[in-house]
């Protein structure tokens, strides 16, 4: 069965077409710089069966860029008919209470779905184009939906609801939920698996440090317990462009103060705020360690990102009566050292010790760069979200 998974996000969009359920990739690629302004052309990079190609093409929206994978992956068909597509599967963000487990997207569904739009409005709109788009280039082919909250479904009442009137919570499904399920999933089962270990015994601590979207997400008996995002993704970590964890009466106070509209105060908090809003300079914090030397506002940006991380790997800790595995994965977990070694720094308490050689010298795939004297096993664990998403989809349609 040959799946082809899609993994859009506002200005890209990752492409995979898996074998499975021997899990072999036979074409990968992204379509990078859709729908944007930038000094440089938007292109699509794309892989088949180990041979690679840069493409230049004009995608001034999503839409572009579908036809323009599904035309190249048919030039790779008529070549090849081992490539055909057999099955697509879409990660799908925020489906609030509609789902809690990968589904099969039929036409209900994606009538269910477009109603969800404004729980992840820079996410679900997106996928749930391709969706479309997908039913509309061939209705013979099933489709799958894979929910980043579906791993977190198991989160216990006392962690996931907040302290609002009960009625009000109930009638508007107002309640933890939880992100990046499909990240966390795949890294704690792959760390577990590395480790020799029985992942449903396993305490883990998993950190998805991305350079746009960030949460930690505390796992034991093989699922989600806590995550740090809540009813959005707004929730939690300081992230790129996001505020994180916020004093709500802040946000009465921006309405009143500044006389915005709840849309404009959402787009303060969702895209100005975050990394951008402490440095000022960029919403990427790689570029405020390249700095932070020379620049105030870029190390303050830094060590505010740090210590959040900290606060919860504490919390979580105490939550899980300390962790076995320490996970880091996606782009600053596992590509800026320092990041790592900051987090980890005074944190002996919890039985959390780097290995600051190991850590320095990592180069790719998954390694443990924990200390001898550490209780606790500090992993880097390269995240893919395709593979998880297409081990959904095989486990759905069997």
């Known amino acids: ?27 990968f690629g992204e379509a990078e710089r859709v729908g944007i302004k930038t000094q440089g052309a938007s292109f699509i990079t794309h892989v ?40 697509f599967a879409h990660r799908f963000v925020h489906p609030g209470n509609l789902y809690n487990k990968t589904t099969r997207a039929e036409d209900n569904d994606l009538k269910k779905l477009k109603t969800t739009f404004d729980l992840a409005p820079i996410h679900n709109p997106v996928s749930h184009s391709f969706m479309e788009m997908c039913r509309n280039f061939s209705r013979e082919i099933p489709q799958y939906a894979v929910f980043d909250t579906a791993f977190h479904a198991q989160i216990p009442p006392e962690n996931y609801t907040y302290a609002l009137p009960a009625k009000i919570a109930k009638e508007y499904g107002i309640r933890r939920v939880g992100f990046h399920g499909i ?20 305490k883990i601590i998993s950190c998805h440090l ?17 995550n740090t995002m809540g009813l959005t993704p707004l929730e939690g970590l300081i992230m790129n462009t996001r505020s994180g964890d916020l004093d709500t009466g802040v946000l009465f106070r921006l309405i009143a103060n500044e006389d915005l509209t709840v849309k404009q105060a959402d787009e ?10 402490i440095f000022g300079s960029s919403s990427d914090l790689r570029d405020a360690v390249k700095t932070m030397k020379n620049d105030k506002n870029a190390a303050f940006a830094f060590n505010m990102f740090i210590r959040r991380i900290k606060k919860y790997i504490g919390f979580y800790s105490l939550l899980l009566r300390k962790p076995d595995i ?39 795939g998954i390694k443990d760069i924990s200390s001898g004297k550490s209780a606790a096993r500090i992993m880097i664990v390269p995240t893919n979200e395709e593979i998880m998403i297409a081990r959904e989809a095989y486990g759905a349609h069997k």
């Open 48 to 87: 088949v069966l180990g041979e690679k190609r840069v493409l230049k093409i004009d995608m001034p929206d999503h839409s572009t860029a579908f036809k323009c994978i599904m035309g190249v992956i048919a030039e790779d068909v008529a070549k090849n008919s081992r490539l055909k597509t057999t099955a």
């Open 183 to 202: 990240s966390h999933k795949f890294v704690t089962t792959e760390a577990a698996r590395f480790l020799k270990r029985e992942f449903d015994l396993q």
């Open 210 to 226: 991305g350079t746009g979207g960030a949460s930690i997400c505390a796992v034991k008996d093989g699922h989600s317990i806590h």
């Open 268 to 277: 303060i908090l969702n895209k100005k705020s975050g990394v951008l809003g």
């Open 326 to 364: 320490l996970i880091f994965t996606d782009s600053l977990g596992v590509s800026v050292p320092l990041v790592r070694e900051k987090v980890c720094e005074a944190m002996e308490i919890f039985g959390i010790k780097l290995d600051k050689k190991k850590n320095n010298n990592y180069k790719s």
């Open 1 to 27: 069965m040959n799946i082809l998974v899609f993994n859009p996000g506002s200005s890209s969009v990752k492409y995979r077409l898996i074998s499975m359920p021997g899990e072999k990739d036979l074409i």
